[in-house]
């Protein structure tokens, strides 16, 4: 006969809320002791304004078509966010190993469609691109705003500005995917739209499929990439009903 079920044994949701818990311990105390949360937000919007407003003082009597560009520019790095979210992000690319781990190793193991929200300041360190992610944008755009140089260095300036205008985009709005649903931020119906959609993402049995924006979905829209919602059903409730 069939030994009787032990009584004291916890539910496998149970079990599976505690790994989860657990996880999340070993990854925030892996957190060096220094990191501060603030300084790091501090950090990101002093370098971030600091590029955007040189680069706007850099112009030289722009013209109308010039600005013109900004949509352009704007719409090339939502595709470069899809493609760096879908690839280097979810796929150990050589040389990029870092940013796979930081991703989907760290960030994607903490932040699960069964918790999204941010508990404290310390958590950031989980959450936003490390600091040296601003210098590293630096040298990677030189390239390509010296060539738009070559042709007017209007172009170039308002390249600049486009390219840390969107990263500065990026991080407040993956912050607002991640703030708690009940906090006044997390209550704007924009706010729960797109958390939404990032949630979808983070269910780790979705993640490698699609809702690879996580500013504005334009490029999941246009390469077929964005998540049905027929499937929530399978990974239980919606950020906005209780699961998160």
């Known amino acids: 006969m069939p030994e009787p079920a032990d009584a004291s044994a916890p539910e496998p949701a149970l079990r599976g809320a505690a790994k989860r818990e657990a996880r999340r311990a070993e990854l925030l105390a892996a957190v060096p002791s220094w990191y501060s949360g603030t300084l790091h937000l501090i950090w990101i919007h002093l370098s971030t304004l600091g590029a955007i407003g040189g680069s706007l003082w850099a112009l030289r009597e722009p013209q109308l078509w010039e600005w013109a560009l900004i949509p352009l520019f704007l719409l090339i790095a939502n595709l470069f966010e899809w493609w760096v979210h879908k690839e280097p992000l979810h796929h150990p690319y050589p040389g990029l190993k870092l940013l796979y781990r930081r991703h989907a190793k760290r960030h994607h193991v903490f932040f699960t469609d069964a918790e999204m929200a941010l508990r404290s300041p310390r958590e950031l360190a989980l959450l936003l691109f490390p600091p040296y992610m601003i210098p590293a944008m630096v040298i990677l755009l030189s390239p390509v705003a010296v060539g738009l140089g070559a042709l007017r260095w209007n172009l170039a300036w308002i390249f600049l ?21 009940e906090s006044w931020w997390g209550r704007r119906a924009l706010a729960a739209r797109l958390r939404l959609h990032h949630w979808r993402h983070h269910d780790p049995k979705r993640m490698l499929a699609g809702n690879f924006n996580v500013s504005f979905p ?8 964005t998540l049905p919602a027929e499937a929530d059903a399978e990974g239980g409730s919606t950020p906005d009903s209780g699961a998160a």
């Open 218 to 225: 334009f490029a999941d829209w246009l390469l077929r990439t």
């Open 161 to 181: 500005a486009s390219a840390f205008a969107y990263y500065l985009l990026y991080e407040w709005l993956h912050l607002l995917h991640h703030l708690p649903r």
